[in-house]
Nanobody, 124 residues
Framework: QVQLVESGGGLVQAGGSLRLSCAAS????????MGWFRQAPGKGREFVAA????????GYADSVKGRFTISRGNAKNTVYLRMSSLKPEDTAVYYC?????????????????WGQGTQVTVSS
């Protein structure tokens, strides 16, 4: 079993930055590949970024490429999402997710563990 807890969300003006954190606990959590997804009001959950268990591979949605950076802490049990040049359309609940297997994945149905989400609101 893996438990995920997100933090770091909040209200920020357009053009600003935020760093989200996801603290993971449970057996062999360091061997899990991690991802960030988001869901805006009235929309489906969409992929944002992912990182492999080693940190050696990452992937990003086109909408955030060049603005967001995903990384893992040295102990591999914390994942970060650094968000910069934020836009109002980035407003959503952001979820951290974990999956076994290998490599990164953009598909939410391949992630077996999810956090409760953290709200990010970007004002114009």
């Amino acid at each position: 079993q893996v438990q995920l807890v997100e933090s770091g969300g909040g209200l920020v003006q357009a053009g600003g930055s935020l760093r989200l954190s996801c603290a993971a606990s449970g057996r062999t959590v360091g061997s899990y590949n991690m991802g960030w997804f988001r869901q805006a009001p009235g929309k489906g959950r969409e992929f944002v970024a992912a990182i492999s268990w080693s940190g050696g591979s990452t992937g990003y949605a086109d909408s955030v490429k060049g603005r967001f950076t995903i990384s893992r802490g040295n102990a591999k049990n914390t994942v970060y999402l650094r968000m910069s040049s934020l836009k109002p359309e980035d407003t959503a609940v952001y979820y951290c997710a974990a999956r076994g297997g290998s490599g990164v994945s953009t598909r939410s149905d391949q992630y077996g563990y999810w956090g409760q989400g953290t709200q990010v609101t970007v004002s114009s």
